[in-house]
């Protein structure tokens, strides 16, 4: 098993640009998140899905869009990437024992 | 609104020293509790978890936690900290019967030196 991955690794954008973070999990996991980690701000929660073809917003979900066309994969995009979006991003994905299992992160820079 | 404190921003210990870092957390019902640990340029990975049963939790790697519901803590505890223990530790809460939402601490980095 893979678990959950992510593509890609790093990136960088300039402001304006757009792109698509994917992320996969091959342990038929109902529930997928994006998150956000910046210095001494922790883990804050981007949106989340419960299934397949359904997403929620979380803690911090302006400026990011998310789809879940398939159970195993979760999309976050940004439509026009700022500076203020430079950040270290993860997935996680869980089952109903709802502890998470995370991806290795996407260092996404904007210039 | 739920929330989860981690008052020790930046630990730094010797190796074989006592640990126990501190963790908060306010929401009036009944929850699910977790520590996660993420080592140098690694993802998170789960330590130990709590939903019901004896308050005292433990883990992997000879870490354990103890649930005090009173006081709203789940404090992660060790008895000898090693140089690979070095990591950033994350507290997290989640609500009863709700995998949909949690909230991490802002993490306690930990630094041990050899």
């Known amino acids: 098993n893979a678990g959950v991955t992510q593509t890609p690794k790093f990136r960088v954008l300039k402001t304006g640009q757009s792109m698509t973070l994917l992320c996969a999990q091959d342990?038929?996991?109902?529930?997928m998140y994006w998150y956000r980690q910046d210095p001494g701000m922790g883990l804050r929660l981007i949106h989340y899905?419960?299934?397949?073809?359904?997403?929620a917003k979380g803690e911090v979900p302006d400026g990011y869009n998310v789809s879940r066309l398939k159970k195993q994969n979760f999309l976050l995009g940004l439509e026009s990437a700022a500076p203020s979006q430079t950040s270290v991003y993860f997935c996680?994905?869980?089952?109903?024992?709802?502890?998470?299992?995370f991806g290795p992160g996407t260092r996404l820079t904007v210039t | 609104a739920q929330s989860v404190s981690q008052h020790n921003h930046h630990v730094i210990l010797s190796e074989a020293a006592s640990l126990e870092l501190g963790c908060n957390y306010s929401?009036?019902?009944?929850?699910?509790l977790f520590w996660y640990v993420q080592y140098p340029g690694q993802h998170l990975q789960l330590l130990l978890k709590?939903?019901?049963?004896?308050?005292l939790v433990k883990g992997i790697k000879g870490f354990e936690a103890e649930f005090i519901k009173s006081k709203f803590s789940f404090n992660l505890r060790k008895p000898s900290v090693q140089w690979s223990d070095t990591a950033e530790y994350f507290c997290?809460?989640?609500?009863?019967?709700?995998?949909?939402?949690?909230?991490f601490g802002s993490g306690t980095r930990l630094s041990i030196r050899p």
């Open positions: 996680a994905s869980g089952g109903q024992t709802y502890e998470q299992y």
């Open positions: 929401y009036g019902g009944t929850v699910n």
């Open positions: 899905s419960v299934g397949e073809g359904t997403t």
């Open positions: 997290a809460v989640t609500p009863y019967s709700s995998a949909s939402k949690i909230i």
């Open positions: 342990m038929n996991h109902e529930y």
């Open positions: 709590y939903f019901s049963g004896d308050p």
